[in-house]
Structure formats: structure tokens, C-alpha cells
């Protein structure tokens, strides 16, 4: 196999179309469908206690009000995604809410009429009657009350007692993330069509998961799997939270659309995307650290909370993430860390780019910070002498993993991802107020359970490839087409790709979690891997060769060394399916008067028709990544606005198969945290009322907040994959928080324990009494 | 009527549309693209007489009389990419596409004031849309290729 395309700087394949606007989004789909909107509560908890619809369905141009006792789902939990043991108070929402809601937000009634503008005038007139309950928040004061528990789960490796009753020095230490919003610019959607005659459910879906809300949608409404089609057409960021299953109109379009016997969609406003779909990343933590006088970590030992939110749907994956990632790339002999999942009256949690990782590593890199300035050690110091050795690999952390196994890293050169750092980021710039800010990670990327992949050579030579997890942004058409076209020789530009389309490939899990070029772009290496076999084999008997003599290249099937003696994909794409009709393109030669290759019958023993065929690739453990970033940030004394001077990754995903799209993962994740650690608190009010459900109060960053981010790699492989690859998605935004926390904590001198920051915040604590 | 993109169009029967509304589920322009609906994303940007709008803080009939130019409007179909639609391709200036559109006809009203920006202009030209996948620095990036390619 000749290498060419693994690694090259491959144009996008998906750019000519999103460009001339003919992209295909879920609310671009279908016009003449009916159209839909949502009643929610107004309060964050309250019972309800009637809802009267008889005003809505009155209005001219509607078709349906439907309530939870209308469907005949309706008294039914909906599906807890992901059960474990330490979960022994899990719940999950209903369809629509009959009795009680939890949080300002979640849907109580669901209207159906012509236009979305009707749709929005019936909801009006719905009447719904509340009693408002106490409210559970914010996450420290629901934390007090047991009723409030989830979950809670301790892990310890090594004895942390004895370690801390035997360290030199010792400090404890208060750490508090605030909770922030994916906020992809396409909101969420849904577009269901029913087929009553051939029986069948099609539906369109902005969905990080279109297998499993298609297996949902079988259970719930008693149909095949094979009578459900979901499509994740274009989709315009995801970022985490839209893989949940199901939010509510996940399951009311279909069942609106096999109600009326019309299409019926459904598109999320923004405001209503600020509090229906799941945010993240609220958690306090209690540290206790222990070092000796050389500033080495003894002992650490961790309490946190996590704000599940009013539902636990997804189980404790966020805590487990935090708890599995905090202490990150150092070495730390002894670790306990103990988890409550608490509920709270706000939306629900779910991950959101960087999932649980963020807030581990601010802990842990503050925590460093915080030994550094006690020995009056320089900050990369005190992580130089904590960094796990390039040859303590695979390295076990010592607790449980998001995936069921243990942590464990696989590869890494972590000292080197600080030495190149430093030397990139370059000397302090002039000025007051400057501040370095230093932050390392590592993140257990391209979880299990499995993907899989379709490639197929058509008749007429080009190739189609699919897998069943959809796309986001992440250039999954141009990387995938890499890796097919390096195995079957042929030029990424032959190869289309489609992903998210269950008519096309239906078993796979999802994109989330930094997995989709570690477990689909593997799988789709198999499955290319498996078509060049076969190619081989046919084109063998044809040319009077040995398998094993020849190699695919050019678009062709070739003896290695003699180019001349070969066989274009497209003939043997022919040959590979004995026809009794030719139906053009070249297929004659494969009719049954045309000269035999071999004896036998025309299709051997053992094979299918075709070249193509289906590859899975399901890893043993993550493939863990790390990085780097580094930055000089200066901080306005006066109006406390940030300048970030520069800023510099240097990231380790093993084989790179796209810088081009590498670096713009980096380059966008950063941007994520920035906004995540300067701009965007959700803010919450004692009712638990978000006062900031727009972009005019939750402030995005623009172009004027980012700075051109210097990028560099280092390549350490993976051992568990045949690629050597590692996830990238959410590198980026993981240790931003932390960099920009440490950046200001030198530049205004005030200790910074908490995210996210703004000018404001800034202004308060450098006039806080020390 | 109103002209989108060189062709005379019927306004919606009901007032009370958004531009970005009829442009998208009446006329099927569905490349301009709805992210806030309260004018501060950018993704739903259209030139109207040539600048650039939010077509979502516009009702369809006060466009009445106006000429509107959709992303659909920048390159014919069979045509080459626009000079900028190919700066945002040569770039890497985009990653899901969804605030891709506004993104260039914001380039493009940019382009036409300033032929020659400056990196202040760029940053000032651009600071009107959001994008939360690129990071925004091959959209600059693609402004300055774009304003060398004319």
C-alpha cells in the first residue's frame, strides 16, 4: 500500500456546497410540512395543576394541542441512557410534563398548526394553572438537602490518609466552575414524515446519534428498526448536546406525523435553546493536596459536587470524566476523589465539549499553581517535576473510566508537549499587567463500544463510503475519503462519503467524545482494507498473477513493478458481480458467454457480489491525547478587559490525518474556552431563572475576543489502533480555563479559584479584602 | 415584489413574515440561515441594495422595492466559486457552514467599501457574525486572500 494521502493537508471536500448555500439542514428540509412549537413552564418547579388547550385548538389553522395525557407515552419515564451502580436515585423526564415540571424550560404542551407563526399564536392561548414549589438552588444549598442526592461514588488509589498524615506540606484548596452552554449557531431540529402505506417513519434530526434515537423510535412506537429511517443531514454544531435521547420533540414530530398523516416539523428557537437543551459544567471542589519540599505531589485527595441539573439521563458520566481526568499528566501515588451528583431545579447535563475535563483540569492545574507559589517554584517547574516520564507507558491512573475499564494511558511524551510549549510562547512582552498562563491535560479520547463502515467500489470506478455517525463541522467527508482512498489507490476526490444516514449504514453509536476519527476512521480503514483484498483477489485471476504481486494504485489494480499489467477498480467493480443482464457501463464483461477466468460456479464459494464491503472497529480502551497551551495575557486595570497576547498548543493526537482540519479543532476549541472562561456564565437567579437566554446577555465571543492561536504538533501513536490515531475535537478547549485563570492571577496579582471570569467579576475581587 | 437576486418575487400574503422567513420556506433560498432570530448571530446576513442586513430583523414587505442578494446569488450554480466563496474554501474558513453564508455576503459588503482592508477593518467588518466552530482565524485569514484575489 502506498501511503499519499494519511497526513496531507486535503482540501474539504464538504466546502462547495455549504458555500453556494445548498447545504441541507434538518429546517431546510421538506417544505409543506406542519409546523410546531412548544408550551414550557415559566417556573423552575412547580406542579401543575390544569392545562387548558380548548382556546388553542380553536384557532383556525391548527391541527393539534397535545399534553402528556394525550399520548399514549405519556406516564412514561423516558430511557435512563447510561444505568451504574452508584446511580441509586436516577430520573429522568417525561415526554411532556404532567404533573410536575423541574425546570424553566422543560415542555409541557406541544402545538401543531400550518405555520410556525400560528403554532406560536395557539401556544399562547394554552392555559396552564401552577403551583410553584420550593426550588432546589443554587448546586451548594441543594447539595445540603440528602433528598437532592443522585449519586455518590469514592475512588481511591493507594492510601491517601497515611500520604497526607506523612506529607511535608499541605494545602487545601476551593475551586468552583460555573455552568456554560454549547450554544452551536444552528439551533436544535426535528422533521418526521410517516409513509402509511409502506409503513414506514422517516426522520430528519439535528442529533449527535441517529442509530440510537432510530432504535428508540422502534421500541416506543412498535415498529421495526427496519421501518425507521433517521437522517442527521448538515448539522450545525454540535459540541455535546445534541446526543440525549430523547428531547421531547425527538418523539412528538413522528408521533404528530402518524397522528395527522402529514410531515410535521419542529425548529428550536434561540431562546428556547438556552434553556431545552442540556448544559454543563457546574461543580465545586474541596482539594486537599500533599507535596514534598521539591514541590513533588504525594497525596491528593478531591470532593466534588456536580449540578446534575432536574434529570439524570445520562447517568454520572460528567463526574466520572472529572474524577478519572484530574490529575491529568502528573503522577500522583496516592488520589481519592469522591463524587455527589446533585439535582437541582435547572435544566438538565449532559457533555458538552470537553465534558467533565475542563473543570478537572483547572483543579489540577490551579492546584499546581498553587504548590509552585508556596515553594516559590516557577509554574513549568513544578509540572516538570510532577510529569509522568515518556517511559512509564501505558500508565494506569488508578480509577475508573467513562467506558467501564480503568484509566489508562496508552502513549504520550508529555515533558515534550512543555519544552515545546516554553519555546513557542517565547519571552514575557513588555508592559504591566502581564501575565503567563501554563496549562496541561490529557483526554481519554475514541471510546468504545464500536464503529463501523460501508465502502464500496461502484462500476464506474468511483467509491462510496459511509458510516452511521453523523457530522458536525468535523470534515468527516475529506478525513474518511483520506484513509479509503490510501488503501484502495485512488484520490479522496473519487471518494463520497456519507455519515448519519441509517438507510446507508445503520450500526454505530454516535460522534461524541473526541471518537470519530479514532473508531470510524479506523473502521473505515478495515473496511477499505477488506474491498483492496478482494480487488486483489479478482483481479488476480484475470491477470494470471498472484495476489500477493499486486498493489493498488491510480485508480487501478496493478503488478508491482510491471504498472502496465493491470486492471481499472471499475473493471474489477465489474467483474466482482457475474450478471445475466448487462445493464451498460462496461458490465457485458461480466455476462455468462464471455471468457472464464476460472472454473467453478461465477461467483466462488464464500463470496458476495460487489467490491465492497463492511469493516467495525471496536477499541480495547480510549486512545489517550494531551497537549499543552501556553499563553501571555494582559489585563486592563482599569476597565479589567482581557488582551490575550499570544497564545500557543502544542497537542499530541498521535498520527495526524489532516493538519489543515487538526488545526482548526484546535483553533476553534480555544475559542470555545476563551468564551467559556471570560464571556459566558449562564446566569441563574435564586428562582433558578436563566436572566441571560440570548446572545445579547450571554456573550459569544466575535472574531475581536480570539486571537490567531500558534499551533503545534507532536505525533505520539497509539498503540491501540491500526491507524495510531487520537480524538482532537475537544483538545482545545479543555485547559483554557485553566491558562487564563493563572495568566490573571499573576497580572492583577489576586488568587483566581473559579470560572468564568468577566471584567466584572475581575473589579470585585481586586477590591475583596485579601 | 421585491428582486432577489435578479429576479422579480412575490411578497408573503401575511404582513407579519420575516424576510429571512419568506426567503427561506417561500422563495426556498434555504442558504440564508436563521441562528438567533434577534439580530446578533449574523447567520441570517443578506445584501439589501448591496449592504449588508439581518434578514431576520426585516419583514419580508418592507423589502418591497429593494433588491436582495442571497448567497444563492453570489455564484450561479454551474458558475465557479465566488473570489470569497473560494478564499473561505482555500482557508479552511469553515467548518459546519451554517454561519457560513452571512459570513460571506458580510465579507462581501465589507469587500466593496474596502477593497484593501486593514486588519482593523477585517476585525470590524467581521465582528457582526458569530462562528463557534472555526475560531475565527482562517475567516480572517480568508478576508485578506479574498481582498489580494480582486
Same mark, same amino acid.
Not at chain 1, 462 to 474: F, M, N, R
Not at chain 1, 514 to 534: F, I, P
Not at chain 1, 596 to 625: D, Q, V
Not at chain 2, 118 to 125: A, S
Given at each position: 500500500?502506498?501511503?499519499?494521502?494519511?497526513?496531507?493537508?486535503?482540501?474539504?471536500?464538504?466546502?462547495?456546497?455549504?458555500?453556494?448555500?445548498?447545504?441541507?439542514?434538518?429546517?431546510?428540509?421538506?417544505?409543506?410540512?406542519?409546523?410546531?412549537?412548544? $408550551?414550557?413552564?415559566?417556573?423552575?418547579?412547580? /406542579?401543575?395543576?390544569?392545562?387548558?388547550?380548548?382556546?388553542?385548538?380553536?384557532?383556525? %389553522?391548527?391541527?393539534?394541542?397535545?399534553?402528556?395525557?394525550?399520548?399514549?407515552? =405519556?406516564?412514561?419515564?423516558?430511557?435512563?441512557?447510561?444505568?451504574?451502580?452508584?446511580?441509586?436515585?436516577?430520573?429522568?423526564?417525561?415526554?411532556?410534563?404532567?404533573?410536575?415540571?423541574?425546570?424553566?424550560?422543560?415542555?409541557?404542551?406541544?402545538?401543531?398548526?400550518?405555520?410556525?407563526?400560528?403554532?406560536?399564536?395557539?401556544?399562547?392561548?394554552?392555559?396552564?394553572?401552577?403551583?410553584?414549589?420550593?426550588?432546589?438552588?443554587?448546586?451548594?444549598?441543594?447539595?445540603?438537602?440528602?433528598?437532592?442526592?443522585?449519586?455518590?461514588?469514592?475512588?481511591?488509589?493507594?492510601?491517601?490518609?497515611?500520604?497526607?498524615?506523612?506529607?511535608? /506540606?499541605?494545602?487545601?484548596?476551593?475551586?468552583?466552575?460555573?455552568?456554560?452552554?454549547?450554544?452551536?449557531?444552528?439551533?436544535?431540529? *426535528?422533521?418526521?414524515?410517516?409513509?402509511?402505506?409502506?409503513?414506514?417513519?422517516?426522520?430528519?434530526?439535528?442529533?449527535?446519534?441517529?442509530?440510537?434515537?432510530?432504535?428508540?423510535?422502534?421500541?416506543?412506537?412498535?415498529?421495526?428498526?427496519?421501518?425507521?429511517?433517521?437522517?442527521?443531514?448538515?448539522?450545525?454544531?454540535?459540541?455535546?448536546?445534541?446526543?440525549?435521547?430523547?428531547?421531547?420533540?425527538?418523539?412528538?414530530?413522528?408521533?404528530?406525523?402518524? &397522528?395527522?398523516?402529514?410531515?410535521?416539523?419542529?425548529?428550536?428557537?434561540?431562546?428556547?435553546?438556552?434553556?431545552?437543551?442540556?448544559?454543563?459544567?457546574?461543580?465545586?471542589?474541596?482539594?486537599?493536596?500533599?507535596?514534598?519540599?521539591?514541590?513533588?505531589?504525594?497525596?491528593?485527595?478531591?470532593?466534588?459536587?456536580?449540578?446534575?441539573?432536574?434529570? *439524570?439521563?445520562?447517568?454520572?458520566?460528567?463526574?466520572?470524566?472529572?474524577?478519572?481526568?484530574?490529575?491529568?499528566?502528573?503522577?500522583?501515588?496516592?488520589?481519592?476523589? /469522591?463524587?455527589?451528583?446533585?439535582?437541582?431545579?435547572?435544566?438538565?447535563?449532559?457533555?458538552?465539549?470537553?465534558?467533565?475535563?475542563?473543570?478537572?483540569?483547572?483543579?489540577?492545574?490551579?492546584?499546581?499553581?498553587?504548590?509552585?507559589?508556596?515553594?516559590?517554584?516557577?509554574?513549568?517547574?513544578?509540572?516538570?517535576?510532577?510529569?509522568?516520564?515518556?517511559?512509564?507507558?501505558?500508565?494506569?491512573? %488508578?480509577?475508573?473510566?467513562?467506558?467501564?475499564?480503568?484509566?489508562?494511558?496508552?502513549? %504520550?511524551?508529555?515533558?515534550?508537549?512543555?519544552?515545546?510549549?516554553? &519555546?513557542?510562547?517565547?519571552?514575557?512582552?513588555?508592559?504591566?499587567?502581564?501575565?503567563? =498562563?501554563?496549562?496541561?491535560?490529557?483526554?481519554?479520547?475514541?471510546?468504545?463500544?464500536?464503529?463501523?463502515?460501508?465502502?464500496?467500489?461502484?462500476?464506474?470506478?468511483?467509491?462510496?463510503?459511509?458510516?452511521?455517525?453523523?457530522?458536525?463541522?468535523?470534515?468527516?467527508?475529506?478525513?474518511?475519503? &483520506?484513509?479509503?482512498?490510501?488503501?484502495?489507490?485512488?484520490?479522496?476526490?473519487? $471518494?463520497?462519503?456519507?455519515?448519519?444516514?441509517?438507510?446507508?449504514?445503520?450500526?454505530?453509536?454516535?460522534?461524541?467524545?473526541?471518537?470519530?476519527?479514532?473508531?470510524?476512521?479506523?473502521?473505515?480503514? $478495515?473496511?477499505?482494507?477488506?474491498?483492496?483484498?478482494?480487488?486483489?483477489?479478482?483481479?488476480?485471476?484475470?491477470?494470471?498473477?498472484?495476489?500477493?504481486?499486486?498493489?493498488?494504485?491510480?485508480?487501478?489494480?496493478?503488478?508491482?513493478?510491471?504498472?502496465?499489467?493491470?486492471?481499472?477498480?471499475?473493471?474489477?467493480?465489474?467483474?466482482?458481480?457475474?450478471?445475466?443482464?448487462?445493464?451498460?457501463?462496461?458490465?457485458?464483461?461480466?455476462?455468462?458467454?464471455?471468457?472464464?477466468?476460472?472454473?467453478?460456479?461465477?461467483?466462488?464459494?464464500?463470496?458476495?457480489?460487489?467490491?465492497?464491503? *463492511?469493516?467495525?472497529?471496536?477499541?480495547?480502551?480510549?486512545?489517550?491525547?494531551?497537549?499543552?497551551?501556553?499563553?501571555?495575557?494582559?489585563?486592563?486595570? &482599569?476597565?479589567?478587559?482581557?488582551?490575550?497576547?499570544?497564545?500557543?498548543?502544542?497537542?499530541?493526537? %498521535?498520527?495526524?490525518?489532516?493538519?489543515?482540519?487538526?488545526?482548526?479543532?484546535?483553533?476553534?476549541?480555544?475559542?470555545?474556552?476563551?468564551?467559556?472562561?471570560?464571556?459566558?456564565?449562564?446566569?441563574?437567579?435564586?428562582?433558578?431563572?436563566?436572566?441571560?437566554?440570548?446572545?445579547?446577555?450571554?456573550?459569544?465571543?466575535?472574531?475581536?475576543?480570539?486571537?490567531?492561536?500558534?499551533?503545534?504538533?507532536?505525533?505520539?501513536?497509539?498503540?491501540?489502533?491500526?491507524?495510531?490515531?487520537?480524538?482532537?475535537?475537544?483538545?482545545?478547549?479543555?485547559? $483554557?480555563?485553566?491558562?487564563?485563570?493563572?495568566?490573571?492571577?499573576?497580572?492583577?496579582?489576586?488568587?483566581?479559584?473559579?470560572?468564568?471570569?468577566?471584567?466584572?467579576?475581575?473589579?470585585?475581587?481586586? /477590591?475583596?479584602?485579601? | 415584489?421585491?428582486?432577489?437576486?435578479?429576479? +422579480?418575487?412575490?411578497?408573503?400574503?401575511?404582513?407579519?413574515?420575516?424576510?429571512?422567513?419568506?426567503?427561506?420556506?417561500?422563495?426556498?433560498?434555504?442558504?440564508?440561515?436563521?441562528?438567533?432570530?434577534?439580530?446578533?448571530?449574523?447567520?441570517?446576513?443578506?445584501?439589501?441594495?448591496?449592504?449588508?442586513?439581518?434578514?431576520?430583523?426585516?419583514?419580508?414587505?418592507?423589502?418591497?422595492?429593494?433588491?436582495?442578494?442571497?448567497? +444563492?446569488?453570489?455564484?450561479?450554480?454551474?458558475?465557479?466559486?465566488?473570489?470569497?466563496?473560494?478564499?473561505?474554501?482555500?482557508?479552511?474558513?469553515?467548518?459546519?457552514?451554517?454561519?457560513?453564508?452571512?459570513?460571506?455576503?458580510?465579507?462581501?459588503?465589507?469587500?466593496?467599501?474596502?477593497?484593501?482592508?486593514?486588519?482593523?477593518?477585517?476585525? +470590524?467588518?467581521?465582528?457582526?457574525?458569530?462562528?463557534?466552530?472555526?475560531?475565527?482565524?482562517?475567516?480572517?485569514?480568508?478576508?485578506?486572500?479574498?481582498?489580494?484575489?480582486?
Amino acid at each position: 500500500m502506498t501511503t499519499r494521502w494519511f497526513g496531507e493537508r486535503v482540501a474539504r471536500r464538504e466546502d462547495d456546497r455549504l458555500l453556494r448555500g445548498h447545504g441541507r439542514f434538518t429546517d431546510d428540509v421538506g417544505d409543506g410540512a406542519l409546523e410546531a412549537c412548544f $408550551v414550557r413552564s415559566p417556573y423552575a418547579h412547580a /406542579r401543575v395543576i390544569s392545562i387548558d388547550t380548548t382556546q388553542a385548538k380553536k384557532l383556525p %389553522g391548527v391541527h393539534a394541542v397535545y399534553t402528556a395525557r394525550d399520548l399514549p407515552f =405519556g406516564d412514561r419515564d423516558l430511557p435512563l441512557l447510561i444505568p451504574h451502580p452508584a446511580l441509586t436515585n436516577g430520573r429522568t423526564q417525561r415526554c411532556l410534563a404532567g404533573e410536575t415540571v423541574r425546570y424553566a424550560g422543560e415542555a409541557v404542551a406541544f402545538v401543531v398548526a400550518d405555520s410556525r407563526y400560528l403554532a406560536e399564536d395557539a401556544a399562547d392561548l394554552v392555559d396552564v394553572e401552577y403551583e410553584p414549589l420550593p426550588v432546589a438552588w443554587p448546586l451548594e444549598q441543594a447539595a445540603e438537602d440528602p433528598a437532592n442526592l443522585a449519586a455518590e461514588l469514592t475512588q481511591e488509589a493507594g492510601d491517601v490518609a497515611e500520604a497526607l498524615a506523612a506529607a511535608p /506540606r499541605r494545602q487545601k484548596l476551593r475551586f468552583r466552575y460555573e455552568r456554560g452552554a454549547a450554544a452551536p449557531m444552528e439551533a436544535r431540529a *426535528t422533521w418526521a414524515r410517516w409513509d402509511p402505506a409502506e409503513q414506514r417513519l422517516t426522520m430528519y434530526d439535528s442529533t449527535q446519534s441517529p442509530t440510537s434515537i432510530r432504535g428508540g423510535l422502534a421500541v416506543l412506537f412498535g415498529l421495526p428498526e427496519t421501518s425507521v429511517e433517521v437522517i442527521a443531514p448538515d448539522v450545525g454544531g454540535g459540541f455535546g448536546p445534541k446526543i440525549m435521547l430523547f428531547y421531547p420533540d425527538e418523539l412528538l414530530t413522528p408521533f404528530a406525523a402518524m &397522528q395527522l398523516g402529514r410531515p410535521v416539523k419542529w425548529t428550536e428557537d434561540r431562546r428556547e435553546h438556552f434553556t431545552a437543551v442540556n448544559q454543563e459544567r457546574a461543580q465545586a471542589h474541596e482539594v486537599e493536596v500533599a507535596y514534598d519540599g521539591e514541590g513533588r505531589v504525594t497525596a491528593l485527595d478531591v470532593d466534588f459536587i456536580h449540578d446534575a441539573g432536574a434529570y *439524570t439521563p445520562y447517568g454520572i458520566i460528567l463526574p466520572i470524566i472529572t474524577a478519572g481526568q484530574i490529575p491529568g499528566p502528573y503522577r500522583v501515588p496516592n488520589y481519592r476523589v /469522591r463524587f455527589r451528583d446533585i439535582y437541582t431545579n435547572a435544566t438538565p447535563t449532559s457533555p458538552y465539549r470537553g465534558a467533565g475535563r475542563p473543570h478537572a483540569c483547572f483543579v489540577m492545574e490551579r492546584t499546581l499553581d498553587a504548590i509552585a507559589k508556596d515553594l516559590g517554584l516557577t509554574r513549568d517547574e513544578v509540572r516538570r517535576r510532577n510529569l509522568i516520564q515518556p517511559d512509564q507507558f501505558p500508565y494506569e491512573v %488508578g480509577v475508573g473510566w467513562q467506558d467501564g475499564n480503568r484509566v489508562i494511558y496508552d502513549s %504520550g511524551n508529555f515533558p515534550g508537549l512543555l519544552e515545546k510549549a516554553l &519555546q513557542n510562547l517565547g519571552p514575557r512582552p513588555p508592559g504591566d499587567h502581564v501575565g503567563m =498562563g501554563l496549562g496541561m491535560y490529557v483526554e481519554g479520547t475514541g471510546v468504545g463500544p464500536y464503529e463501523g463502515a460501508h465502502v464500496q467500489v461502484l462500476v464506474g470506478g468511483k467509491v462510496i463510503a459511509s458510516t452511521a455517525l453523523p457530522t458536525q463541522g468535523q470534515a468527516h467527508a475529506t478525513v474518511f475519503a &483520506q484513509i479509503v482512498a490510501d488503501q484502495l489507490g485512488v484520490e479522496p476526490g473519487d $471518494v463520497t462519503v456519507t455519515t448519519g444516514d441509517t438507510r446507508r449504514f445503520q450500526w454505530g453509536v454516535g460522534t461524541f467524545a473526541s471518537r470519530a476519527a479514532v473508531v470510524a476512521g479506523n473502521a473505515m480503514a $478495515v473496511a477499505a482494507g477488506l474491498v483492496a483484498e478482494k480487488a486483489k483477489r479478482i483481479a488476480a485471476e484475470h491477470l494470471e498473477v498472484d495476489e500477493a504481486d499486486l498493489e493498488l494504485a491510480e485508480g487501478a489494480v496493478r503488478v508491482k513493478g510491471a504498472a502496465h499489467k493491470q486492471m481499472p477498480l471499475a473493471a474489477v467493480a465489474v467483474l466482482s458481480n457475474p450478471v445475466r443482464y448487462a445493464f451498460g457501463g462496461g458490465t457485458e464483461a461480466a455476462t455468462q458467454f464471455t471468457p472464464k477466468a476460472r472454473p467453478g460456479p461465477p461467483l466462488p464459494e464464500g463470496e458476495r457480489p460487489g467490491l465492497e464491503a *463492511t469493516g467495525y472497529f471496536s477499541p480495547i480502551g480510549s486512545a489517550w491525547a494531551s497537549g499543552c497551551h501556553a499563553a501571555w495575557v494582559r489585563v486592563d486595570p &482599569q476597565t479589567f478587559r482581557l488582551q490575550i497576547l499570544r497564545y500557543v498548543v502544542v497537542h499530541d493526537c %498521535g498520527r495526524v490525518i489532516n493538519p489543515m482540519v487538526l488545526e482548526g479543532q484546535i483553533q476553534g476549541g480555544v475559542a470555545q474556552g476563551i468564551g467559556g472562561a471570560f464571556y459566558e456564565r449562564l446566569a441563574y437567579d435564586a428562582e433558578a431563572q436563566l436572566r441571560n437566554a440570548s446572545f445579547m446577555e450571554f456573550l459569544m465571543p466575535y472574531a475581536t475576543e480570539v486571537p490567531d492561536v500558534l499551533i503545534d504538533h507532536q505525533e505520539t501513536p497509539s498503540p491501540l489502533n491500526p491507524l495510531g490515531v487520537k480524538g482532537a475535537g475537544e483538545a482545545g478547549v479543555i485547559p $483554557v480555563g485553566a491558562v487564563i485563570a493563572s495568566a490573571v492571577e499573576e497580572a492583577l496579582g489576586v488568587p483566581i479559584t473559579e470560572m468564568p471570569l468577566s471584567p466584572l467579576r475581575l473589579f470585585e475581587l481586586t /477590591r475583596e479584602p485579601a | 415584489m421585491i428582486r432577489v437576486n435578479g429576479v +422579480e418575487r412575490q411578497l408573503p400574503g401575511d404582513p407579519r413574515t420575516l424576510l429571512s422567513d419568506h426567503l427561506r420556506h417561500n422563495l426556498g433560498l434555504t442558504g440564508t440561515h436563521v441562528g438567533c432570530e434577534h439580530g446578533v448571530c449574523g447567520c441570517c446576513t443578506v445584501l439589501f441594495d448591496g449592504k449588508p442586513v439581518r434578514s431576520c430583523l426585516l419583514f419580508a414587505v418592507q423589502a418591497a422595492g429593494h433588491e436582495v442578494t442571497t448567497i +444563492e446569488g453570489l455564484a450561479k450554480p454551474d458558475a465557479p466559486l465566488h473570489p470569497i466563496q473560494q478564499a473561505f474554501h482555500d482557508a479552511h474558513a469553515l467548518q459546519c457552514g451554517f454561519c457560513t453564508p452571512g459570513f460571506v455576503l458580510a465579507v462581501k459588503g465589507l469587500l466593496d467599501e474596502h477593497p484593501d482592508p486593514t486588519d482593523e477593518e477585517i476585525e +470590524e467588518g467581521i465582528s457582526g457574525n458569530l462562528c463557534r466552530c472555526t475560531g475565527y482565524a482562517n475567516i480572517r485569514k480568508a478576508v485578506r486572500k479574498a481582498a489580494a484575489a480582486r
